[in-house]
């Protein structure tokens, strides 16, 4: 209600200053404290305890700065980040649009963020109790070793995340995507793992949905070589669906709507790929929680937005997680797991 008298005047700023409003707005926030999470939406994932399967996507908080807060809106988990080891501007603005005729976002902002030492000490008090805090890394633009930065993130990042995403699939850092690659991905989670060492932070992964079949193929094979403990599908596209918008051809990621097609596939791809061995992470125009349900059926045991946000406003996750739980009752199931995969089985 108050998000859709808010709107116009968000609606009215270019985006990135909307944004920045957004994040002004939610820092005024009290911390508070978490409910007791719902035994209906809770669960465990790879080893850590989800309060909730709604997590607020990366790219919307990326130094750190409210994750702690979005327990208010009902998210059970929050990633910050990308952060970089040094801090980046990103690229040139403007560099984030509002496609409202497709409920879609394209950005190519290009990893702007205040580096990793800052969003250290910031994170160093952050209250954490019954939050679920993760951190994508990623590699500095201009870094002459992408692999080196990515080992700098788990040394520096590691011990003040409850899990660390891996991003390689950021479309506005050139070349990045080529980490993707199977021989470039198995250095690269080679080095990773090893730099965590044992009984660290659970590390997962971040994948594009650019992914031909053979791709797929290759990085289902490195994540479980490597013991990734999870599998984020996906980032935003390169690829551009039919779009109503002028802005359609602005180049960078596309999110929102558009995307939710294709990330679902792909999300059903990976779990043929790799059935229940590693617990995926489903992102990619969820606007609603018969979206989410879908997702969650098809195989993730979370999901993630960030683009619908934008036009439903904050507490979108609270009525996800309300959705939710008529759906698991309606299907006779008492906790979510249950429903993880149920389509993959039936069929
Ligand atoms: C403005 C914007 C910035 C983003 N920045 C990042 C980022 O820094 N790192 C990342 O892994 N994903 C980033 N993403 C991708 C989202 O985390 C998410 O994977 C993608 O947008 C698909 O979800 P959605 O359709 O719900 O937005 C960004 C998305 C948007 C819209």
Same mark, same amino acid.
Not at 265 to 276: H, M, N, P
């Given at each position: 209600m108050i998000y859709s008298l808010l709107r116009p005047i968000f609606?009215? +700023?270019? *985006?990135?200053?909307?944004?920045?409003?957004?994040?002004?707005?939610?820092?005024c926030i009290p911390s508070g404290t978490p409910k007791a999470p719902d035994p209906m939406l809770s669960s465990t994932v790879a080893g850590i305890c989800f309060p909730g399967p709604v997590? +607020?996507? *990366?790219?919307?908080d990326k130094d750190g700065k409210i994750a702690h807060k979005m327990h208010h809106f009902g998210f059970g988990f929050a990633e910050l980040g990308t952060l970089t080891p040094l801090p980046q501007d990103g690229n040139p603005r403007p560099r984030l649009f509002r496609l409202a005729e497709d409920q879609a976002v394209i950005n190519r902002m290009g990893f702007n963020n205040g580096g990793q030492q800052d969003a250290a000490r910031r994170l160093a008090t952050m209250p954490r109790a019954g939050r679920v805090i993760g951190i994508n890394i990623g590699a500095n633009k201009d870094a002459a070793d992408r692999v080196a930065d990515y080992v700098t993130g788990v040394h520096a990042m590691g011990r003040l995340g409850d899990?660390?995403?891996i991003n390689i699939s950021s479309p506005n850092t050139p070349g990045l995507r080529a980490l993707q690659s199977k021989a470039a991905l198995d250095e690269l989670l080679s080095a990773i793992t090893q730099a965590r060492g044992d009984k660290a932070i659970p590390l997962f992964l971040k994948v594009a949905p650019d992914l031909e079949p053979a791709d797929r193929e290759d990085i289902a094979a490195s994540v479980l070589d490597h013991k990734i403990d999870a599998l984020i599908i996906s980032n935003t596209t390169i690829s551009r669906p039919p779009l109503q918008s002028s802005l359609g051809g602005e180049g960078g990621g596309l999110s929102g709507a558009p995307l939710h097609d294709l990330a679902l596939?792909?999300?059903?791809?990976?779990?043929?790929?790799?059935?229940?061995q590693i617990p995926l992470i489903g992102a990619g125009g969820i606007s609603n929680a018969q979206q989410a349900y879908a997702r969650i059926r098809a195989g993730a045991s979370l999901i993630q937005l960030y683009s619908a946000m934008v036009y439903e406003g904050p507490y979108l996750a609270a009525r996800i997680n309300a959705g939710l739980k008529k759906y698991l009752k309606r299907d006779g199931l008492t906790n979510i797991t249950q429903a993880v995969g149920i389509d993959t089985r039936a069929a």
């Open positions: 609606f009215h +700023l270019d *985006a990135e200053k909307a944004h920045h409003a957004t994040l002004s707005a939610l820092s997590g +607020l996507a *990366a790219g919307f899990y660390l995403t596939e792909r999300l059903r791809q990976f779990r043929a790929l790799l059935g229940d």
